[in-house]
């Protein structure tokens, strides 16, 4: 059983319906239990709870401070491609749109590594469109042979693939997989994504349990807060994160809050996420999952960011380019969406630590990826260890 | 005074890194503990910039690092850690903390014991992090752990000694010395966990999230020393139930 099947027996218009029909007295009791489920996280996201925001926000404060002390982790984007076969309305990559195409080089990726090392990074997330002949598990492979040993951590948010081709790149490095549903309902999620391999709903439903099944260390979901009801769709997404840590139980998850923001050749937005709505859902998350990461970007205001960090937020990213090459190599190509957050990443260390939080750098060892082969080998072969798998 | 492996050590009381608002903040902190081990998470410390920001602020005489594998979901990996950590931060001490699941962080009592066994033939004084399991505790010492670490509840939780009654039979049987680690949250569960006859305990996250840390680590140290003062001094036997008024075996002295 995949989670396909989980989400066929879940009704959208039930559950929507479900959660705009929750009362205070749902969001009290969801406030006061000890383990929330997800009926509670229903009452949390739900309009009833809009007048508890401050309670929520001191609970999600306590409990992220607790699990995960006064500490921020940072990375940076690094894209190497905006090729790409797929026509999604909202995005600036979008196939149909007539722009200059560009994946980067082996000299290129190395001059925006040396970029982003001279700016601290030690975690960085590979992103990609999906151009399956020319952006390839090769191509990633090779990426990672040139920049394994440049940063502690690698993640990507790339095409959805097949479950060897994750468990090769788990080998070759990558640590963590990031995969937005973008929309859980299945009917606009067709609208939106009306051509290429991205149309298909449930391959892309199903990419966090081939993730988990590969034995990525950490997996990441999002909705793309715009495209239908964010709390339907946020409800859905927490779903999907309680079924994968119970079926994958080694498996570490961050949820991502991307709203939707203006790019080339654009729809508009269908919903609107305020952003008292959107501190609401990452508090309600908080309160419904005391481990999970929750990650915040460079999409987001610099007067949000300013105040979103003791909220319950765990990750950011800061100094960001969305375009392929856009910190040394090009900084002029076409950028998948606009940057809100434009300050430097110096800057957003200092306004970490002057919130009384420190800025964690590493937060990882490429070590522990035991059985890529950059280096282990030597220095353990002396062992006898038996080598189980345990993915 | 409390001996593990080769090493003495006056204070009772080891502190985590991880948490702080800042370094300097830990700094602070374990200075006012008066700590002499701390556990350093590997994956945190940047070993290539040799300028680390966490290791330069441990930099005192007096200050042992004990590296952990924090990260590791298996031997395996473990082991390879381990080893690492050793050439980098030039110790062969070791806390081994394996817990695949991310969730709770609760170690995996198989793949620690065949890790501590592998370290252990490769000279590693470890200091394994486990259940409050007492089979599992002999199990460790017959493959040559220097020492147990037992959490008292879910690591970062300041739930307390939830493990009680097998915290008292692991120091009951143990050979080797019974660190109380995870779960401690105030200077009286430290107290308590030092009245039972524990050679130390680990604390991080009470100290660390604390508004004042400093202070807090401070507070901890008097409850360590207190703690362990009244069990050497011998704490009086706790009665069942009062004294009865009406003896049952009254009559034997008619």
């Known amino acids: 059983m995949s989670f396909t099947t989980l989400f066929h027996n879940t009704n959208w218009d039930e559950i929507k319906s479900s959660i705009y029909s929750k009362t205070a007295e749902d ?50 984007p690094m894209y190497l491609s905006n090729e790409c076969n797929n026509i999604c309305t909202y995005c600036g990559f979008s196939f149909d749109n007539k722009i200059r195409r560009k994946t980067l080089t082996d000299e290129e990726i190395l001059q925006e590594v040396a970029y982003l090392k001279e700016r601290g990074f030690n975690h960085i997330l590979l992103v990609t469109g999906e151009a399956n002949q020319t952006v390839h598990v090769p191509y990633f492979k090779r990426v990672m042979d040139l920049i394994r040993n440049e940063f502690a951590n ?84 927490a779903l999907h994160l309680d079924y994968l840590q119970k079926k994958y139980w080694q498996t570490k998850y961050s949820i991502s809050f991307p709203r939707m923001r203006p790019a080339e050749g654009i729809i508009e937005p269908n919903v609107i996420v305020g952003d008292r709505e959107l501190v609401q859902l990452i508090c309600a998350y908080r309160l419904f999952n005391e481990d999970v990461e929750l990650s915040v970007s460079t999409r987001e ?58 800025a964690v750098w590493k937060d990882w060892d490429r070590s522990f990826i035991s059985s890529s082969p950059f280096g282990g080998e030597q220095r353990i072969d002396d062992l006898t260890i038996e080598t189980d798998k345990h993915v | 005074m409390l001996k593990i492996a080769d090493k003495e050590f006056k204070s009772r009381l080891f502190l985590g890194t991880g948490k702080f608002g800042s370094s300097k903040q830990m700094e602070e902190a374990v200075l006012a503990s008066g700590s002499e081990l701390v556990t350093v998470a590997l994956k945190r410390v940047d070993l290539e910039t040799e300028t680390d920001d966490l290791l330069s602020h441990l930099k005192h005489g007096h200050i042992n690092l004990l590296p952990n594998t924090s990260g590791a979901r298996n031997a395996k990996e473990a082991v390879f850690a381990a080893q690492l950590a050793r050439e980098a931060m030039e110790t062969n001490w070791l806390k081994l903390e394996i817990h695949p699941d991310p969730k709770y962080l609760l170690p995996d009592p198989i ?17 394994p992090y486990i259940h409050a399991d007492p089979v599992l505790c002999k199990r460790l010492e017959d493959v040559g752990t220097a020492a147990v670490m037992p959490l008292g509840a879910p690591i970062g939780t300041n739930k307390g000694l939830k493990t009680l009654d097998f915290l008292e039979i692991i120091i009951e049987q143990s050979r080797v010395p019974v660190i109380v680690d995870a779960g401690i949250g105030s200077p009286s569960h430290a107290a308590h966990a030092m009245e039972l006859g524990a050679d130390a305990v680990l604390v991080n996250t009470a100290i660390a999230v604390a508004q004042n840390p400093a202070e807090m680590a401070l507070a901890f140290k008097m409850a360590v020393e207190a703690g362990r003062m009244a069990y050497e001094a011998g704490l009086g036997a706790i009665s069942r139930s009062a004294n009865a008024s009406s003896p049952l075996t009254g009559f034997l002295n008619i």
């Open chain 1, 27 to 76: 969001v009290e009791r969801a406030l006061s239990s000890k383990k929330r489920t997800l009926e509670d996280f229903k009452a949390l996201i739900s309009p009833a709870a809009e007048p508890f925001i401050e309670r929520m926000a001191q609970e999600s404060h306590a409990l992220t401070k607790k699990r995960f002390g006064k500490t921020i982790q940072l990375y940076t």
């Open chain 1, 154 to 237: 690698i993640s990507i948010e790339v095409q959805p693939l097949d479950e060897d081709e994750y468990r090769e790149l788990h080998e070759a490095g990558v640590y963590s997989v990031l995969v937005y549903q973008e929309t859980y309902h299945k009917d606009v999620y067709k609208a939106y994504h009306p051509k290429g391999k991205k149309s298909n709903f449930e391959y892309r439903l199903d990419t966090p349990d081939r993730c988990g099944k590969a034995g990525i260390h950490k997996i990441g979901l999002g909705v793309l807060l715009g495209l239908e009801d964010w709390r339907t769709d946020s409800f859905f997404c």
């Open chain 1, 301 to 358: 205001s610099e007067y949000f960011r300013n105040h979103v960090i003791p909220l319950g937020v765990t990750t950011m990213s800061a100094g960001s380019k969305t375009n392929p090459g856009g910190y040394v190599v090009e900084p002029e190509s076409l950028e998948q969406f606009e940057i809100s957050d434009e300050r430097s990443v110096e800057e957003i260390a200092k306004l970490i630590k002057d919130q009384g939080y420190e």
């Open chain 2, 111 to 127: 793949e620690t014991l065949k890790a501590t066994e592998e370290l252990a033939k490769l000279g590693f004084i470890i200091l």
